[in-house]
């Protein structure tokens, strides 16, 4: 086996151990369909609704109970998220609240739920900053 062929199957080797880190489910957070993400925000008790957008996303438009925590600053900022909450997230997309999940997770926060399908999904309120 030539060292090209070698590098060119390295880099498939990480582009797919890449993709599917990103895809793969995360242990212990809910998917919800944006009907049932609605349901959840408008418990009112003991709802921590996180947006992990950046902050000029958030400005453009939110859910109305929502508190901005960046992904970018979520790893500094975890100290304001107590596990005794449910904890829900979202983004743009879903993407960046999986990730956020995985961060919390790391972090001791046993449960959450995201918005699948992101913030682009969302059918309810919105308030703009």
């Given at each position: 086996m030539s060292f090209t062929t070698i590098l060119l199957l390295l880099a498939y080797a990480i582009i797919i151990w890449y993709l599917v880190s990103r895809f793969?489910?995360?242990?212990?957070?809910?998917?919800l369909k944006p009907d049932q993400f609605k349901e959840r925000v408008n418990q009112k008790s003991r709802v921590l609704l996180i947006d992990v957008r950046e902050p000029h996303e958030f400005k453009g438009g939110h859910?109305?109970?929502?508190v901005n925590i960046p992904l970018s600053q979520l790893s500094n900022r975890v100290k304001e998220i107590s596990a005794k909450n449910d904890v829900l997230l979202y983004c743009r997309s879903g993407?960046?609240?999986?990730?956020?999940?995985?961060?919390?997770?790391?972090?001791?926060v046993p449960q959450m739920a995201h918005l699948q399908g992101g913030f682009i999904t969302w059918n309810g309120p919105t308030k703009k900053k």
């Open positions: 793969l489910p995360v242990k212990g957070l809910e998917n859910i109305p109970t929502a993407m960046r609240s999986k990730q956020a999940a995985k961060i919390l997770k790391k972090h001791g």
